[in-house]
């Protein structure tokens, strides 16, 4: 049986601080982000380099409901 793969500690805390860069949420955490705007960008494209793949991420932690993961 094949084992599920585990978590990067290193990215999660990575994404649990980076922030938005420009736009209207410019200095929000990713993480903070409003689910609409994430959806928005899966749907326009995610930017390129390093903010597209948080971005993703974000997107899927959103969709499954896993926002609990980044609480303090």
């Excluded at 500690?9 to 609409?36: A, I, N, Q, T, W």
């Excluded at 960008?41 to 997107?59: A, C, H, S, T």
Aim: charged share 25%; with cysteine; net charge positive.
């Amino acid at each position: 049986m094949c084992e599920a793969p585990q978590p990067d500690p290193v990215l999660f805390e990575k994404l649990s601080r980076m922030v938005m860069p420009f736009g209207k949420y410019k200095g929000s955490r990713l993480v903070d982000l409003p689910e609409p705007y994430v959806v928005w960008f899966k749907k326009q494209g995610f930017p390129r380099g390093e903010l597209g793949r948080m971005l993703e991420i974000v997107y899927t932690v959103k969709l499954n409901g896993l926002e609990y993961l980044f609480d303090a």
